[in-house]
């Protein structure tokens, strides 16, 4: 299929855009192609590259609001582990096309998962034309004939042009050093990536010390987990000796602002971290510690608190517009995340008549500071359309589906009982 955008603003210059198959083929002032199946008048946008969301848990849009205003583990513990207990596939599927028709709304085009049910998510991925490393979760209880499910999954699932997985330990406090270790092995055997979280909270580095006389950092360190091909999600407690061993050793780091702040975590040292070179990329986190999944924010979170922690000139908005970009599609071995001949056809064409667009200083500041995705008309996946003038296909079925998943109907059969 070959689609042409006549006339959108990239950069400095207006210019047309072809996408020929699932790739930017040509870019240029004027382009002249025959036989063109879609036109898409691009006067009045510009075209920007999506956003790549580093960590979520996107079935937790089902568990939206449900336990707020406390800290992580008292959040864990007793509220979302039990209800996720009883989550099933249909609810799962139900959440992530409602989390992914959230995502393609707010202009997000990749996400990297860690949940249960990953066929589920899988799936709704697939069925929505968005890109996704969907993570095979391994905890110290996880039931045995999930182990071996997930593990035969891993031994035939083979990479799609949409559609990757992960092996997702979930956390040093639930997964024990020889499962650690086994989950390196197996993903380092299988040539996919490692996600977990890491030093998230202080009592998580408390714990660490006392068991292991060590930072969670150095800890991973020290089992041989951490390498190129790991993705670590929050690393808000970090120390000097931390920040130096993430950069040597080249793991991506997840950067979740908003839920940092709404869990009372702490704040990701933005600029020691950028400063020693370390790989940065952004996440929302799930929909139920965010709440939302929107990277928008996400970017005006970090770019700000990055100032407050730092200097206004730490980190600049281009740094941040980066993270949740580029950044994101190269952690995954994506080629995208940048608008240029070659590249996979990933775009946003935003409405730069918007308020919050006018004046155009600065393009991508004004992205990062001022825009919301109120502002994005259209958003491309891969060379598809997914959405166009704002509306994505199916989406008030899907919303509906999400409000009648079976998890909704038992939890407000329990309230009214």
Known sequence: MKILIKGTLLGENVVDILVDGNR???????????????????????????????????????????????????????????????????????????????????????????????????????????????GMVFTDVTPKERVESNLD????????????????????????????????????????LLHTHLAETQKEVADCVKAHGKSPTKYLDDIGFLGSDVVAAHCVCLDDNDVEILQRRGVTIAHNPAANMKLGSGIFRAAACNKAGCKIALGTDGPSSNNNLDMGEEMKFAALLAKVSGTPEDIPAQSVFRWATSAGAEAFGIDAGVIAEGKLADALLVDLSDTRFVPNHNLISNWVYSADRHCIRDVICNGKILMRNRVVAGEDEIVEAARNAPCLKKSAQRRSA
């Open 24 to 134: 930017f083929a040509k870019i240029g002032g004027k382009i002249d192609v025959p036989e063109i199946d879609e036109i898409i008048d691009g006067a009045g946008t510009a075209i920007l590259p999506p956003f790549y969301n580093a960590h979520t848990h996107a079935a937790m849009t089902l568990l939206r609001g449900y336990a707020d205003d406390m800290e992580l583990f008292k959040w864990l513990n007793e509220y979302i582990w039990p209800f996720e207990d009883k989550l099933t596939a249909e609810d799962i599927f139900a959440g992530s096309r409602l989390a992914i028709l959230e995502m393609i709304k707010s202009g997000t085009v990749f996400f990297n998962d860690m949940y249960w049910e990953t066929q589920e998510t899988i799936r709704a991925a697939e069925s929505m034309g968005v890109r996704s490393a969907i």
């Open 153 to 192: 999954f891993i031994k035939n699932f083979r990479r799609t042009e949409l559609t990757q997985i992960t092996i997702a330990p979930h956390a040093i406090y639930t997964a024990s050093e020889g499962l650690l270790r086994r989950c390196a092995e197996l993903a380092r055997e299988r040539g996919l």
